[in-house]
C-alpha cells in the first residue's frame, strides 16, 4: 500500500494569515496597511473566530465584510458579490510585484521547511485553493522541490473532497494535513488519515466532540514532522 500525504498550503506549509487578512481588508476597506495594523488589532479576537471557517479565498473577504457590517453572523455559510472573488486575487497579483514585502508575508512553517528540505517530496501532494503561480514561487523562494503534478490547485477543482476521492482511487494509505474542519469532515473516507492543523490564528469553539465523531487528529506543525516519513 502507497503512502502519500496530503497538505493543504495556506496555514498547513505557509503561514499566509496575515497576507490573506491585508489583502481581503484592502478589497472590503479600500485602506491602506497603517489603516490595517490598527482594524486588525482591535478586532483580533473575531478575526481568529471567523477564520477557523474559511475555505477559501474569498471567505477572508466574509471576514472583514461582516466587521465592516458588525454583523454577528456566527460562520461564513453565505455569499457575498463574486466581484471581491476576482478583486482578492487581484489585489494579490499587485502585492506580488513587491517581492520582498510579499515573501516576508508568507514565511513556511520552519518544522514543514525542514522537513521538505530533508526528504525527496514525490509522495508529498498540494490541495490547495491558491492559485498555482504564488505556490510556485514561493516553493523555488524556499528551494523546495514538489512535482508539478502533484500540485492541485484552485485552477483545477470546485472542492477538494471531490478531487481526493476521484484521484486516489487506488490502494492508497493517505495523510491529509489541512487547517479547515469542514474540508476534513466532508471528507468521508476509511482509508484516510485527517489531520486537522491548529494554528493560533484560528479559534475553534466546542470542537472536541466533532473531532472525535469524524474521526479527525488535531495536530500541531512540529508533529507532523512524526508522521510523515
Known amino acids: 500500500m502507497k503512502k502519500i500525504y496530503i497538505f493543504d498550503f495556506d496555514g498547513v506549509i505557509c503561514n499566509s494569515y496575515y497576507e490573506c487578512f491585508l489583502i481581503a481588508y484592502k478589497v472590503v476597506f479600500k ?3 497603517d489603516d490595517f495594523k490598527i482594524f486588525y488589532k482591535k478586532n483580533l479576537n473575531r478575526i481568529f473566530y471567523y477564520n477557523s471557517f474559511v475555505k477559501k479565498g474569498v471567505d477572508f473577504c466574509k471576514i ?8 454577528k453572523e456566527k460562520n461564513l455559510n453565505f455569499n457575498i458579490d463574486k466581484k471581491f472573488e476576482r478583486k482578492f ?29 530533508n526528504r525527496r517530496n514525490d509522495d508529498v501532494y498540494i490541495v490547495t485553493f491558491k492559485d498555482y503561480d504564488s505556490i510556485r514561487i514561493l ?7 514538489i512535482p508539478k503534478k502533484n ?14 476521492t476521484k484521484k486516489f482511487k487506488g490502494d492508497y494509505n493517505i495523510s491529509f494535513f489541512d487547517d479547515c474542519l469542514e474540508n ?10 485527517k489531520f486537522l492543523v491548529l ?3 484560528k479559534k475553534y469553539v466546542n470542537i472536541k466532540n466533532i ?6 487528529k488535531p495536530i500541531k506543525h512540529d508533529h507532523i514532522v512524526q508522521i510523515v516519513e
Do not use: G
Not at 95 to 114: A, C, Q
Not at 151 to 164: A, V
Not at 211 to 216: E, H, P, Q, Y
Open 31 to 33: 485602506k491602506n496597511l
Open 64 to 71: 472583514f465584510f461582516l466587521l465592516k457590517k458588525k454583523n
Open 89 to 117: 486575487y487581484l489585489e494579490r497579483q499587485k502585492l506580488k510585484k513587491n517581492k520582498n514585502f510579499w515573501y516576508k508575508l508568507n514565511p513556511f512553517y520552519k518544522h514543514i521547511l525542514t522537513l521538505f528540505k
Open 139 to 145: 516553493l523555488k523562494k524556499n528551494k523546495i522541490k
Open 151 to 164: 500540485i492541485l490547485c484552485r485552477d483545477n477543482m470546485n472542492n477538494k473532497q471531490d478531487l481526493i
Open 184 to 193: 476534513l469532515i466532508n471528507l468521508n473516507s476509511k482509508k484516510i488519515n
Open 199 to 201: 494554528n493560533k490564528e
Open 211 to 216: 473531532l472525535k465523531k469524524n474521526s479527525i
